[in-house]
């Protein structure tokens, strides 16, 4: 029954998908839907790709694991577009750029300083694409005692597919599907879950879990004063950083339309994130023993209900699980495939269906290899080099016209770097205790404040590197597209 809803799934994420051969003909079609995508439209896909995996089944196995403590990871997500909604989204939408590199260039006048961010928004987007299709080999495994690989493999394939047909206008119908299908996957299994728990009493955690695994820092992870507040950094400023989250607000008509889309995308997440809390909460109750706690959320129906009904729930919930890779995977494969063929390739259509391969092919060969994490932690660090790298790039570029060329690129190659350092030697089997250990696992603490003091301090010694253009470029990301003006828009070269 599982299995038939993956099928399902896949199925009609390759027929929405289709459909946007009919619709997609020029490269603005391929890398920004043209930038005619609505509000309402664009929301729900957003929320379709960045409700991941781990939004759907890690933040739900961590709660279960460590507590209240984790509960700070869907308000983070979601915190993070207050930030993203208040400091870049109308600027960056008016900067008229395709992808974050287009802006880099825009705003600095700097190959070099493009061809950095460029590899890094390729970083950060195969770090985010290896935990979906790790989660996706897990879940398959689960359900149908399928090799490990072939889960990854059938979620790159049926992304690839999409990606290949249609670009950003086809992947936009069927992320806006499946934000409503993961919606509806964890909140009718819910209601009955909950009436389960109900009927059986209305049971609660024990004494021992009460005086620990309900207080904040009360028991669960080691250095979890320094964890938590690393984790809170990370997830409210990497939002920013993240690739194929930005590159979405490229696609609304103005930067009003921007804000607006953030807006929705705010009351839409608040809606979703309300549910894994709920499941983890189940979990310790009637799944506390489960080694592999990614799995909580689909093993819950087997458990508190059974039979038939506990299949179906089952197999929706799995449904939803699969929506969730496809989607973000998406999302993700347009965003480094379009910077791929951008500045490795020569542009336009052709280029960019190559890079899609390209895009999906490296994160499913990490994702085979590398050391198994929860997905909701190796996520985490993908925020954490958004953080430390984009972010600081994102705000002083936008608000500060005294950023120099030597200012930025310094600011990416350390904040980057050595978020990017923290993130190999934890996934590469770095120690699991001690301080060194916290430190690397959650880095964002202390590379988020080197990368801003490195990009400020290094533009106060270098005041001859402002780029000549600096006050063109900030009159066009602040002017509102209303105004009668000459405001000098740039567009990428492979426009």
């Known amino acids: 029954m599982s299995l038939t809803a993956v099928l399902v799934v896949v199925v009609a994420a390759v027929l929405i998908g289709a459909f946007g051969i009919r619709v997609s003909r020029t490269t603005s079609d391929f890398y920004v839907a043209s930038r005619t995508v ?62 974050l590199p287009d802006f880099a260039e825009a705003r600095l006048e700097s190959m070099t300083v493009r061809r950095t961010a460029s590899v890094l928004v390729v970083l950060i987007g195969w770090l985010y694409l290896m935990p979906q299709f790790q989660s996706a080999s897990l879940v398959l495994r689960e359900i149908t005692g399928a090799p490990g690989w072939m889960g ?99 696609t609304n008509p103005d930067g009003r339309a921007a804000r607006r889309t953030t807006l929705v995308v705010l009351s839409l997440l608040g809606a979703f994130y309300l549910m894994p809390a709920a499941y983890g909460w189940l979990g310790r109750l009637y799944a506390p023993d489960l080694t592999r706690t990614d799995t909580v959320v689909l093993t819950l129906p087997a458990r508190m209900i059974g039979g038939t009904l506990g299949d179906l729930l089952t197999a929706l919930l799995t449904a939803g699980a699969f929506a969730a890779f496809l989607s973000t995977s998406s999302g993700l494969t347009v965003s480094v495939a379009g910077v791929i063929a951008q500045d490795l390739l020569k542009g336009g259509v052709r280029s960019f269906r ?30 954490a080099v958004a953080a430390s790298s984009f972010c600081p790039l994102l705000v002083l570029g936008i608000w500060w016209r005294r950023l120099t060329t030597t200012g930025a690129l310094a600011g990416l190659l350390v904040g980057g770097g050595l978020a990017c350092g923290a993130v190999l030697a934890t996934i590469g089997g770095a120690p699991n205790d001690g301080f060194t250990a916290a430190l690397l696992a959650q880095p964002a603490a202390w590379t988020v404040p080197i990368a801003f003091v490195v990009m400020v301090s290094v533009s106060f010694l270098t005041p001859h590197r402002v780029p000549a253009g600096v006050a063109r470029v900030m009159v066009r990301l602040h002017t509102p597209e209303n105004l009668d003006l000459d405001r000098g828009d740039w567009r990428p070269r492979s426009s």
């Not at 929301?43 to 509960?71: H, K, N, T």
């Not at 728990?197 to 024990?206: E, K």
């Not at 690393?230 to 993240?242: D, K, Q």
Request: glycine share 10%; proline share 5%; charged share 5%.
């Open 354 to 383: 190559i890079a899609t391969l390209m895009a999906v092919a490296v994160p499913l060969c990490l994702a085979l290899q590398a050391r198994e994490l929860p997905v909701a932690d190796v996520v985490g660090l993908a925020f």
């Open 152 to 250: 990854g493999l059938l979620v790159a394939l049926v992304v690839a597919v999409n990606v290949l047909s249609g670009g950003m206008r086809s992947i936009t119908f069927v992320q806006a599907f499946q934000y409503w299908l993961k919606l509806t996957a964890l909140a009718v299994p819910l209601v009955f879950l909950l009436m389960a728990w109900r009927a059986g009493g209305a049971p609660g955690v024990s004494p021992a879990d009460a005086a620990t695994w309900q207080v904040p820092l009360a028991g669960g992870k080691e250095y979890g004063l320094y964890s938590t507040y690393s984790l809170i950094l990370a997830t409210f400023l990497g939002t920013m950083g993240l690739p194929h989250v930005l590159v979405r607000f490229y």
């Open 38 to 99: 609505s509000p309402l439209w664009n929301a729900s896909a957003i929320g379709g790709e960045y409700l991941s995996a781990a939004s759907f089944l890690g933040i739900a196995g961590l709660i279960l694991s460590f507590g209240v403590d984790m509960l700070w990871l869907p308000v983070g997500w979601t915190g993070g577009y207050l930030v993203l909604l208040v400091l870049v989204s109308a600027p960056l939408r008016r900067s008229g750029a395709y992808t």
